[in-house]
T-cell receptor, first 113, second 114 residues
Framework: AQSVAQPEDQVNVAEGNPLTVKCTYS??????LFWYVQYPNRGLQFLLK??????LVKGSYGFEAEFNKSQTSFHLKKPSALVSDSALYFC???????????FGAGTRLFVKA | DSGVTQTPKHLITATGQRVTLRCSPR?????VYWYQQSLDQGLQFLIQ???????AKGNILERFSAQQFPDLHSELNLSSLELGDSALYFC?????????????FGQGTRLTVV
């Protein structure tokens, strides 16, 4: 079955430190990969996507993500975390040839001042 | 502001009732998606429409139905409501039906069934 796993329910990091939010997927072929962020009482906002090409993708608010085909992973990273980055982060996968997007369960990021 | 408008923002109704959630996509977007977000199920894809036609179906119950109108707005109808239908319902839109486009989400409708 096709699935997306975000193995950590919560990630805690100090402000100024690098952060990583992990995502792995189980989808055959070459899927399209996305990261979204959700702030309290708001809808999801698009951060970045991987379609093809360079394995390191840069997105909004200084976030980037690294695609690793052999490990079927798409980890979200930021070199220096801000308190304002505290939110719920979703990894999403769209299988090739399909319209349905599969979302992970979400990872809550807490950045402490 | 994503440009996607959902109404109402909050809805409280009783079990067995029927409600309609409305979504206006971003100007020019032809695709509309509906999602349900609950604490125990996470974010679940319900259904997608593209230019008025159903394109993909996810975990949508038979008690739920949706449509997209000629002006591209969409409605999600939930009937015979149960307590377990309480959730945040999101609408999202994108320009195309294509697989590599990101979606823009509305702020959601919080449905509480009592």
């Amino acid at each position: 079955a096709q699935s997306v796993a975000q193995p950590e329910d919560q990630v805690n990091v100090a402000e100024g430190n690098p952060l990583t939010v992990k995502c792995t997927y189980s989808v055959s072929g070459n899927p399209y990969l996305f990261w979204y962020v959700q702030y309290p009482n708001r809808g999801l906002q698009f951060l970045l996507k991987y379609i093809t090409g360079d394995n390191l993708v840069k997105g909004s608010y200084g976030f980037e993500a690294e695609f690793n085909k052999s490990q079927t992973s798409f980890h979200l990273k930021k070199p220096s975390a801000l308190v304002s980055d505290s939110a719920l982060y979703f990894c999403a996968v769209r299988p090739p040839g399909g319209f349905k997007t599969i979302f992970g369960a979400g990872t809550r990021l807490f950045v402490k001042a | 502001d994503s440009g996607v408008t959902q109404t109402p923002k909050h809805l409280i109704t009783a079990t067995g009732q029927r409600v309609t959630l409305r979504c206006s996509p971003r100007s020019g977007d032809l695709s509309v998606y509906w999602y349900q977000q609950s604490l125990d199920q996470g974010l679940q894809f319900l259904i997608q429409y593209y230019n008025g036609e159903e394109r993909a179906k996810g975990n949508i119950l038979e008690r739920f139905s949706a449509q997209q109108f000629p002006d591209l707005h969409s409605e999600l109808n939930l009937s015979s409501l149960e307590l377990g239908d309480s959730a945040l319902y999101f609408c999202a839109s994108s320009p195309y039906q294509g697989m590599n486009t990101e979606a823009f989400f509305g702020q959601g409708t919080r449905l509480t069934v009592v």
